[in-house]
């Protein structure tokens, strides 16, 4: 295993709160190193005459029964009052994963028995527990040492149970049981390194709470005893007199809050750090986008006035902070109608293309746009009300989860016919009516019944059919269906590719069908637009599709992809490397550094989308070049790929 | 010769009311050097078949063979020595890799269970891996983060192959990679199974990827193997309604949707797995059974994997054709039953 860093350090130094905290404690770890050997001696000399005194020029925080110096009594306790809280979190941690991690290893009855334990500690109160164990072993440092790390190693047990039960369910450990690797080598290699983060983020909480109850113990008379002395001890002394010289609490009190509250926002800072870390966007980029200029060749047609179109859009740019330009110069029109088919691959922009339209982008995303007429409007005239109802009672869309796309607390009707309510402002009972109708219409089976289904008593297929039916509630111009039978088997997805289909038909409403399936799109589309790293690379009809795709990467796709009649005794096409990513600002055409009749030109101007023939656009340099050859077996994407980088 | 076979095997979760059998008596058997295709929608038990054979599931009945020996115990697991003969690979490869395990470390490991080498044979051994699944081998210093899906499942393959299996268990390989990459992993198979002579058995609901990658294909509806035989010939001639219909809902390239029929499975929603029809599992949806003609009384009434060997792909089916060259005692049986 490398040495990937769990937490990475710089990044901690990014937030306020992180700098303090690693500040704090790297004080009281360097006062606990220094602070004896220097003022060890000052702070246990005896002074009688300066006995039990308050604030003095010599003593700024006052002097104990004996006479000593608080201040320094409390600087050199930091040695032995941070050692024993990090001793007893430490020794918690060290009983309380392994007993943790058992259950994995051992039978399943012993397992739940050891499970059981864990929850009954759990259950006790924390300080009484350590009270408990600490009176039983005995006063002193070494009493409550024991006490807390008794009293914290059930929450380490039961915490490192969990973790590991959820590792235990990842397909790499039924991978490693496949393979016969041994239980102890399983909890090792494969469990504890995927949950040592959370455990460790624990740690560094605990030491923070052990010096609390340290402090604690000590105060109740079972911690540390003298001629010992810790923070929590000279409170104890202190509070005998607070009534008197009420300065002598101060010190030690000051340095119990400093050190637990560092040590807490230490390991608070490195948790929120660890769960932003998997954040995609890399966050030292924050200046806004600049996209390299690009000629804007277009075609007489496209430039036409034209009306009555339900989509124009023109020149949609979609881009994240950071440099992640997703969606590139993509223009599409919808007549009234028509299912207009989005082909590609994951990673080519069509879904936020989409979503562009349905202005339904994640509040990070700039989108920009020449033109954008929907329903033959400008929206960006109306107000943003409008604009949300417009599109409520206008615009449809089929999501790929139709569970994770509907509420799974309400019941299908109420969730019907809440659209018609809120966009329509019919009453319940109409609602209701309408909400049965429209259930029918997608062809579920008592549809009276049905509604008072929720979703998770429905089959998928029935639940996609409730979307669809859902989209249909309001006066749907425009469709949006994003992968609506990705998740679905074959033959529930002919059923809902009809639905789809005849909504079209009975309603009018036009629709965009995204699909990574080629075939799908061709069923139910006349015209498909091809994207390839956010940008359409060839916009064509299904015959032409079918027959003679013009830009090589289409092709690839079309001969890459077993269809039926595929021939079995020849390997199928595949296309080396993987596509550029949202962060690619290279000159040329996207799929250049994979296209095999790349040549200088396509590597250094970028082809835009042109007219081939009436009704087909392709940008390319070379369309109609690559008659698609089949390669050697397993051949691919494999040996000569350079995103290793 | 078989590689691998199932003889009657049972998956069963949960117990009484509750209970599913998700794997319904299977006889599945994958020869030697060839690939085995089974396919069925989801809920038709094709993967937890799979991860009965390999033991990450119990088995309530029946046996897994291996070369002809009974290679599992019914609940723990295999016969020592024998489960390390099949290996499987798992759908998504960004989970089936320990995320904090180099490719060389998880591979070595694979390779290294059970047995003691040096570290320089250990790391050629990586490297020849990693070469047969047409990786570069410097990827053996990489976690599997850096790398694309496609790289990811070759490195799974490759981890799979590290204990040199004579049967491997590919569960739905390429659904989650780009097609553009799928295809290289489906040449990769076909290669594997020429050079190395492994038995493959490819569990996928994609019937185009499985039709193209199998040598042989299985059918599942419900828990139960309804159909089998050599794949060209069973896309081209199925036996089984439940085949025939599977068969027809694959889209094909620029045929309207307007173009296809309705099937006979959209008529009626799909039933409970926990409590299936009787007799045959599909007879409430089936074009040739009781919906169509409702003197097939036997559909309701009878097991059609009764007498299923002597039909045409094993068909389960009471009205598929008998295979030809066997007696007619099983056709005359059933005219008997039909006269009734």
Known sequence: MTGRRFVRWPDLFRSPVGVVAALMVAAILVLALIAPPIWGHVASKIDVAAASQGSTAAHPLGTDVLGRDILHRTLVATRLSVFLAVLASLLGAGVGIPIGVLPALVGRRLGRLITSAISLAVAFPTLLLAIFVASIVGLGARGAVIGIAAAVAPYFARLSQTLAASVAGADYIAAARVLGIGRWRLTVRHVLPNVAEPLLLTLMLTMGDALLALAGLSLLGVGVQPPSYDWGGMLTEGLLRIYVTPIVVVGPAVAIIFAALGFNLLGESLARRAARRDGTLPRHVSSPVVLPPEQHERLAELEDERHGKVLDLRGLTVAFPGGSVPVRDVSITVEPGEIVGIVGESGSGKSLTAMAIAELLPARAQSTSERRLLFGGDLSLLGKTGRRRLLGRSLAIVYQDPMASLNPALNVGRQLGEVAEVHEGLSRREARKRSVERLRSVRIGSPERRVRNYPHELSGGMRQRVMIAMGLMGTPQLIIADEPTTALDVTVQQQILKLLDDAGTSTGAAAILISHDIAVVSQLCRRVLVMYAGRVVEELDVPTLVRRPAHPYTAALLASVPTMDSDRERPLVSIPGRAVGPFDHSPGCPFAPRCPAASDRCRSELPVLRPLESGHHVACWHPNSVIPQSGPPGDGESVREDALA | ?340
Do not use: W
């Open chain 2, 1 to 340: 010769m078989t590689a691998l076979e199932t003889r009657g095997l049972t998956v069963r979760f949960g117990r009484g009311q509750s209970a599913l059998v998700a794997v319904d008596g299977a006889d599945l058997t994958v020869p030697e050097q060839t690939i085995v295709g089974l396919v069925g929608e989801s809920g038709s038990g094709k993967s937890t078949l799979a991860r009965a054979i390999v033991g990450l599931v119990p088995i309530a009945g029946g046996e897994v063979l291996l070369d002809g020996v009974a290679a599992r115990h019914r609940r723990t697991g295999y016969v020592a020595g024998l489960n390390r003969r099949v290996q499987m690979v798992f759908q998504d490869p960004f989970s089936s890799l320990n995320p904090r395990m180099t490719v060389g470390a998880a591979i070595a490991e694979a390779a290294g269970a059970g047995r003691r080498a040096s570290r320089a044979v250990r790391a050629r051994e990586v490297e020849e891996l990693l070469e047969l699944v047409h990786l570069d081998p410097a990827v053996m210093r990489e976690l599997p983060s850096r790398l694309s899906g496609g790289q990811r499942q070759r490195v799974a393959l490759a981890r799979a192959l590290a204990v040199r299996p004579e049967v491997l268990i590919a569960d739905e390989i390429t659904s989650a990679l780009d097609v553009s990459v799928q295809s290289a992993i489906l040449n990769l198979l076909r290669d594997l199974r020429d050079r190395l002579g492994i038995s493959i058995l490819f569990v996928s609901h994609n019937l185009a990827t499985v039709r193209y990658v199998s040598d042989t294909l299985a059918v599942m509806y419900l828990g139960r193997l309804v159909e089998a035989g050599p794949a060209g010939e069973l896309v081209a001639e199925p036996q089984h309604p439940y085949t025939r219909s599977l068969l027809d809902a694959v889209p094909r390239l620029g045929v309207s949707i307007r173009d296809v029929g309705t099937s006979t499975l959209d008529a009626v929603e799909p039933p409970d797995p926990r409590r299936p029809p009787s007799g045959c599992h599909l007879h409430p949806r089936c074009a040739v059974g009781p919906m169509v003609d409702p003197t097939r009384q036997i559909c309701i009434e009878a097991d059609p994997r009764e007498g299923a060997d002597e039909r045409v792909h094993r068909a389960a089916c009471h009205f598929a054709p008998r295979a030809p060259g066997l007696n007619g005692t099983a056709r005359l049986e059933l005219t008997e039953k039909e006269a009734t």
